[in-house]
Structure formats: C-alpha cells, structure tokens
C-alpha cells in the first residue's frame, strides 16, 4: 500500500436519510492509491448507499464527498471521470450487443477508439467474452452480464472502482481472473472499494476492511488491526460477527436500537 497521503477517495461526516431511516450516520473515511478496501455489513448497515453516494448517484444530506480531489457536489463531472462503478445487479441494455454497450461507455469517456480496442482485446480475453459480444444482452446470464458489467467499468482505466458483491454469480475461474484484476488495479496505484458479503474474498484480497453497522462505522484497519481491536486472532469472519454483536449489543445498552 502507497504512503497515507494519496488519498482518492475522501469522505467527511456523511449522513444519508430515507424518510425516517438513517442509512448513514456521520460517516468519515479516506481511500488511498494503491489499495483494495473492503466495506463489510450486515444487510441494511450503509454499504449500498455509501457506495452510490461515491459514485455520485445518491447525493448526501449532511457532510461531503471528494474523489481524486474533486467535490462530488460542486465538480461532479470531473470526479466522475476517475470512476467506475460495478453494483450488484448488473446494468446493461438489454437491446445492445455487449460490444455495443462497452462501445457506448467508451464513448461516454472519450477513450480514443484504438486505445479501448485494445483494451477491450485484453478484457475479453481475460473474462472469456469472445463468444458473447456479438450477442444481445438480453440473453446473457446474470454471470456473463457481470463480466460484460466488469469489461465497460474498466474500459476507461479509472482510477477508483466501485464495486458491490463483486463475485455473485460468477464461476470459480472468473472470480479468481476478477480478484487478480483488482490486485494489478491497486499494483498500478488505483484504488478499488468493494462491497461484499464474501468474507473468505475480503479476508485474502483486501488492503484494509472497514465494518459498517446501522449506518456507523464500527471498526477500521488492516485484518492484523482488526484482530487487535476484536481481540481474536481468527478469521475475519468470527472477528466480523464479535466486532457487529458488541456494535449491536451497545445500542441496545444505550437505547440506540431500532
């Protein structure tokens, strides 16, 4: 991991409400150059929605949110340009041809023709698209739409990928192509924020892990850190569920709970 001052991604006391519910509550965080983080959860915890407010398709109520040292709220068509997002379910049109639809990201980023040519060459290479391109996205699978998802993000080259439950439903051999991916992004000084359930993925692939609970960050650093503040020196699934059942246990205790 670079030194901690290459920050990309910088978020400041952000708060994100629907209706009556607090999906983010005054959350500060700082992504750096170089790294793989992962953002851990229960269901419903914040990570969906800090990951959108990112990216700049959900606007916060309080606080800010900086990438690449652009201010989403006042320079968001330059901070869109360093990113790429991947949700969970996969968005492509379903009336264009995979090669269609990479085509259209790559244009909507100016990525000069001979450049996203050979780009998409390696991409389907890797991902095993060669056969699927030229079909329409209607009859992809869910794991062939993720892969296509997955080639258009990087399409660009951006320097924060946004990824949430990256793995779901891609076989064996292309979540392993998808996990080196992410290392050699981080090798060459990107960053990739990754939203996952997977903890085994989270556990070997990440820089550093942050625990998100009821819209609060509950526990930050490295898996060594992690085990020193949980105080277990397991895996990062039993130290998850001890760090989430304190977090849990404590607003009970203080009437925090829902």
């Keep these: 991991m670079v ?24 959350l500060t965080l700082r992504l750096h150059a170089g790294e793989v983080f992962a953002f851990l959860g229960p269901n419903g915890a914040g990570k969906t929605t800090t990951l959108k407010m990112t990216t ?30 991947v949700p969970d379910m996969p968005f ?20 000069p023709t001979d450049v996203a040519n050979r780009r998409l060459g390696e991409l389907s290479e890797r991902l095993e698209l ?13 794991g062939t739409k993720q892969k296509v998802a997955l080639a258009a993000a990087l399409i660009h080259a951006p ?19 998808t996990r080196d991916m992410f290392r050699e992004i981080a ?36 898996l060594a850190e992690l085990r020193r503040q949980s105080a277990i020196d397991g895996r990062l699934e ?9 977090a849990a246990s404590d607003e009970v205790n203080t009437g925090g709970g829902l």
């Design 3 to 26: 030194a901690s001052d290459d920050v990309t991604v910088r978020i400041d006391n952000v708060t994100k409400s629907y209706v009556r519910k607090v999906a983010v509550e005054d």
């Design 56 to 85: 700049g398709l959900l606007r916060p109520d309080r606080g800010t949110i900086a990438v690449c040292g652009h201010c989403l709220q006042r320079e968001a068509r330059q901070a869109k340009q360093h990113i790429a997002y």
């Design 92 to 111: 492509v049109y379903e009336k264009l041809t995979g090669r269609e639809f990479i085509r259209f990201t790559r244009e909507i980023y100016a990525v």
């Design 130 to 142: 060669d056969g699927y391109l030229d079909q329409l996205c209607e009859t992809y699978s869910h």
């Design 159 to 177: 320097r924060v990928l946004i990824v949430d439950e990256p793995m779901v439903g891609l076989d064996p051999r292309t979540a392993r192509v």
């Design 187 to 222: 090798a060459q000084g990107g960053t990739v924020f990754m939203s996952t359930h997977t903890l085994d993925v989270a556990e070997h692939l990440a820089d550093r892990i942050g625990i998100i609970h009821r819209g609060r960050l509950v526990a930050l650093g490295t």
């Design 238 to 246: 039993d130290i998850f569920l001890a760090i989430t059942s304190e």
